[in-house]
Structure formats: C-alpha cells, structure tokens
C-alpha cells in the first residue's frame, strides 16, 4: 500500500513563512535606521519615502496622490468617502488617484515602532509597462468588469515577489552609488508585481487615457486646483467629455463620494493645514478655501473632524500633529 507523506507541504509552507518573516524584520531594521519617529522622511532613493511613529495617532487628514504606500510594521486604519480599510504589516496600499483620507496610527511603539514606506507613481510609467508587457499581462473579464475595480484606493497583501522587490529598493539606502542605476529597475519590478498580482485590473483601468475612471482622475485635477470655486458637475462632465449621470456614477465608485463631496472634503482638509501650520483663525481659514460663511464653515468641519474647528486644533497641536504618512 502507498503511503503518503504529508509533512512536506506543510514543511514547505512553515519554511515559506519563515523566509518571508526574515525578509520583513530585515526591511523593518533598515527603514528604522533611516527614519525619525513622527517624521516623513524623503530619501536619496528618488520617489521613495518612510515614516515612523513610535506611538499611535488621532485622525489626520491628508490627500493621499497616486503611489504604492507599504506598511511593514504596524497598524493603521483609512477612511475615505463610505469605507475604511485596515492596513496591517505586509499589506499595501494602491492610490491610483488624489483622494482625501482620515488616517489612524492604531497600533505603534518605541520598541515597535510604525514603519511604513510610499512610492510614487507616475500613471505613465504604469501605462509604458502595461503596453510593453502586452500579452503577457492576463486579463480576467470578472475582474475587470467589477465595480470594485474602479475604486481609487484598494488594499492587497505583500507576496514573496512583491516583498522581495521592496526590500531590494529600500536597500540601495545602503548603497548610494547603486542608486542611480539599480533603483529604476527595482521601482519598475515593483510596479510590474503590482500589475501581474490582485491590484492588476485597478491598475490597468488608470493606465487607459481614454478610460472613463482616467477622465475622473481629469475631474479630480481640475477640482484639485480650483477648490475654492464654486463648480457645477455639469461643467465638470463637458470637460471630459461625459454625461452628468455617467461622470457622477463613475466618480463615486472611484473616491466613494460625490464630486461636490470631494471638493467639500478638500476645502476642509486644506483649512485645517491652514489653521495648524499657519495658524489662522477659522473664519479666515474658511473665506481663504471658499465658504462664504464661517458658521456653515464650522459645522461642516465638525461633521467630518468631530469636533469645532477651534477645539480640534488645540487638540492636534498638542498631540504634536503633522500630515498624515503613508
């Protein structure tokens, strides 16, 4: 009778594990040397940047743009338009497009300090890598065909190959004469890990110009640099061509809210950086993002920070409040 043995699967999972454990805690060590704790800290590595915090964080607000942001130690939970995701060690973080975010530190300390890193990614390098790969990218029509594809900010977990490829750019910090060569490769690898794993439709529906969710990344720019207008969605949706309706539909699945929404969402959020890093007075604060009346201001800035602006600053700055990191 033929006896089989079972142990080696999971012989080879626990020895799996234990090389991509080793592999995590040696990208933890390395980004903890570079790093300060409560400070974004750009490196020599172009488009990389890490952050530490050696304690826990209220909401921050912040505009995430697009880029890979990777946390390698830590929690954190983001909210954005109708839902939160929790990003935990090994997971990342896909930003195709701008969007504002309430961000949470949850779990951090001195001895295990948050540890999170963020690429930015220019949506022509993923479109230059797309065509170059051409059949050797698969399509999944269910995937691709998901309204969930289309949102602006997914989760995935870090792989063997996608964390190896992380590791390997992070490392060049040490080694700043490969820099200029080895980091393009590493940053291109990453992307293509990005584009063959669980994020592949997201990404592929921001590298298509003609795409309806690329016209919302349009849209999302235009509001963008005239926040402080007052701007109807019919104009919006001349600009790029599309129907009221269809602009409206396909912006909320993207950024889980409406566009008036998001414009709303940027006064705010520039008006808190306004009163915290300037130190403005609220009424000031909200004539300079556009509201006409600083009462309306105030309650829509408790509605979204939980408290008046006043009260809320106060807070922050005794919590020693920066913008919010990866």
């Not at 080793?22 to 400070?39: C, F, I, N, P, V």
């Not at 000031?284 to 009260?311: I, K, N, Q």
């Amino acid at each position: 009778m033929l006896v089989r043995n079972l142990s080696f699967p999971m012989d080879d999972q626990a020895t799996l594990e234990k090389s991509h454990e080793a592999t995590r805690l040696q990208l933890a060590q390395t980004l903890q040397r570079w790093s300060e704790d409560q400070k974004i800290q750009q490196t020599t590595v172009p488009g990389l940047e890490i952050f530490r915090s050696d304690s826990p964080t209220s909401c921050v607000s912040s505009v995430y743009d697009p880029s890979l942001c990777f946390l390698v130690q830590g929690q954190k939970t983001v909210n954005f338009g109708d839902r939160e995701l929790v990003y935990e060690p090994l997971s990342y973080l896909v930003t195709s497009v701008h969007i504002p975010v309430l961000g949470r530190i949850v779990t951090a300390s001195p001895d295990e300090p948050y540890l999170a890193m963020k690429i930015t990614v220019d949506p022509q390098e993923v479109s230059n890598l797309v065509l170059e790969m051409g059949s050797q990218l698969k399509f999944d029509p269910e995937a691709d065909a998901c309204p969930e594809s289309a949102c602006g900010l997914c989760l995935a977990h870090m792989d063997k190959g996608m964390l190896d490829a992380v590791n390997r750019l992070t490392s060049l910090l040490d080694a700043p004469h490969d820099i200029p060569v080895l980091a393009p490769l590493a940053r291109r690898e990453i992307i293509y890990r990005a584009l063959i794993g669980e994020m592949g439709p997201r990404m592929r529906k921001f590298a298509v110009a003609d795409s309806s969710v690329h016209r919302v990344s349009r849209v999302i720019a235009v509001l963008k640099d005239r926040y402080t207008e007052s701007l109807r969605v019919k104009d919006l949706a001349e600009q790029v061509n599309m129907s009221e309706s269809a602009l409206f539909h396909t912006f909320k699945q993207v950024t889980r809210m409406s566009p008036l929404q998001f414009q709303k969402k940027l006064r705010l959020h520039e008006a808190r950086r306004l009163m915290l890093s300037e130190g403005l007075e609220a009424a000031t604060a909200s004539y300079r993002v556009g509201y006409e009346s600083p009462s309306h201001f105030s309650r829509e800035y408790s509605r979204l920070f939980g408290a008046p602006p006043r009260a809320d600053v106060i807070k922050l700055r005794g919590e020693q409040w920066m913008p919010a990191p990866a």
